[in-house]
């Protein structure tokens, strides 16, 4: 069973800071802060990847409108 929501009493300004910096957390809540950041990086990976494919499927309907020259066919016939 694991813990599906944290509250963090305090400054709230100080907390997303902590999370946004590269520099180990030594704080009291730096364990918290840790897991953050690796979601944070798990999720950005995960749309980077979605994103990686969406843009190779628009980059290979472009090559292939190119290769029959811009024009597409629509009920046998050409339209420019």
């Known amino acids: 069973m694991g813990i599906l ?9 100080t907390v997303i800071k902590k999370c946004q910096t590269i520099k180990p ?28 494919s969406r843009e190779r499927l628009q980059i290979n309907s472009i090559l292939n409108q190119r290769e029959d020259g811009g024009r597409t066919q629509t009920k046998g016939f050409f339209e420019e």
């Open 25 to 52: 957390n030594k704080s009291a809540i730096g364990v918290i802060i840790r897991d953050i950041q690796n979601k944070k990086e798990k999720k950005y990976y995960e749309r980077e990847r979605k994103r990686t």
């Open 5 to 13: 929501s944290v509250m963090i009493q305090g400054d709230s300004r």
